[in-house]
C-alpha cells in the first residue's frame, strides 16, 4: 500500500454538481444586475467568439484562449437580463417546490417513497414505499423540518457504512464527516482528512453516491484531478466514468427539498 500523499494543509477540492471536463473550465463569478452569478468558463483554441448558454448545469461561457475576463464580463452585462432569466427559469425546472402533503413522492436511495402526513406525536418511520410523519403542526414547514432531519440522519449513518467499506483501500488515515447543505456541489475534501457530503445525496441511488464517497475519498490521496486520482477512483469503481456521466446528467433531479 503506497504511503498517502499529504496535500498542503488547507488545500481543498470540491466536486461539483458538474464535474470537469477534459478541457481546461473554470467556475468564475460575475455580478449581472447586482446579483452574483457562477459560470463555467471553458476557453479553447477553435473559438473565435465569446458564447453564452445555460441549461441544466448552469451558465457556461466558451470563449477564445486570449479573450480578456474584461471581454467576457462585457458580454456577460450585454446578455445580462437574458441570463438572469433563464436561470430563473432553469432553477423552476429543476426544483419542482415539495409541499410536504401525503400522496407526494420523494426519491430514497434512488426508489420512491410515498409521503403519509398526518396529525399526531412526532415520528418519522420508513415502511416499504412510504415516508410516514406524523407532527402535532401539519403545515408544510413543519413536516419539512422533521422529514430533512430524519433523511439527514440516515445519510449519516449511511455515508458513514458506506465510506468504511471503501476507506482502507484508499487510505489508512482516519476520516471525519461532515453533512453540507451547499445547493452547488456534492462533495467535497478538505486536506485536514475532513469530507462535506452533501446530505441530499441520499436521495440518489446507491453507485451514485458511492462514486461521490469513493470520488472524496480519492482527494485524501491525491488532491487534484490527475490520472493518478482517476486511477485511485478507478481501483475501487473501475466503472467510474460511467457513473460521472450518469451524475452530471440526473444529479437536477435529486436537488428538491
Ligand atoms: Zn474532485
Not at 415539495?98 to 420523494?106: D, N, V
Not at 460511467?242 to 451524475?247: L, T
Request: glycine share 6%; aromatic share 6%; with cysteine.
Amino acid at each position: 500500500m503506497p504511503i498517502p500523499h499529504n496535500p498542503p494543509i488547507g488545500a481543498q477540492l470540491e466536486l461539483p454538481f458538474a464535474p470537469l471536463t477534459a478541457n481546461p473550465v473554470v467556475t468564475t463569478r460575475a455580478v449581472l444586475d447586482g446579483q452574483p452569478v457562477d459560470y463555467l468558463l471553458h476557453r479553447s483554441h477553435g473559438r473565435r467568439r465569446i458564447s453564452l448558454s445555460v441549461d441544466e448545469r448552469g451558465l457556461r461561457v466558451g470563449a477564445p484562449l486570449r479573450a480578456s475576463l474584461r471581454e467576457i464580463e462585457s458580454v456577460l452585462h450585454d446578455h445580462a437580463r437574458w441570463v438572469i432569466r433563464k436561470l430563473a427559469d432553469w432553477r423552476e425546472r429543476r426544483a419542482p417546490a415539495r409541499r410536504w402533503e401525503s400522496g407526494e413522492t420523494l426519491t430514497y436511495l434512488g426508489l420512491p417513497l410515498t409521503l403519509d402526513v398526518a396529525r399526531g406525536p412526532r415520528s418519522v418511520d420508513r415502511t416499504p414505499g412510504q415516508l410516514r410523519v406524523r407532527a402535532p403542526d401539519t403545515s408544510a414547514p413543519a413536516v419539512a423540518a422533521l422529514a430533512v432531519h430524519w433523511l439527514r440522519g440516515q445519510a449519516l449513518d449511511h455515508f458513514h457504512q458506506r465510506i468504511e467499506q471503501f476507506r482502507t483501500r484508499v487510505t489508512l488515515d482516519p476520516i471525519a464527516i461532515r453533512l453540507s447543505n451547499a445547493r452547488s456541489r456534492w462533495g467535497s475534501c478538505h486536506a485536514s482528512g475532513r469530507i462535506s457530503l452533501n446530505w441530499r445525496l441520499i436521495h440518489m441511488p446507491q453507485h451514485l453516491i458511492d462514486y461521490v464517497l469513493v470520488h472524496e475519498l480519492a482527494h485524501l490521496r491525491e488532491m487534484n484531478h490527475s490520472p493518478r486520482f482517476w486511477a485511485v477512483v478507478g481501483g475501487v469503481i473501475p466503472d467510474y466514468a460511467a457513473r460521472r456521466r450518469e451524475i452530471r446528467r440526473e444529479s437536477h433531479r435529486y436537488l428538491v427539498d
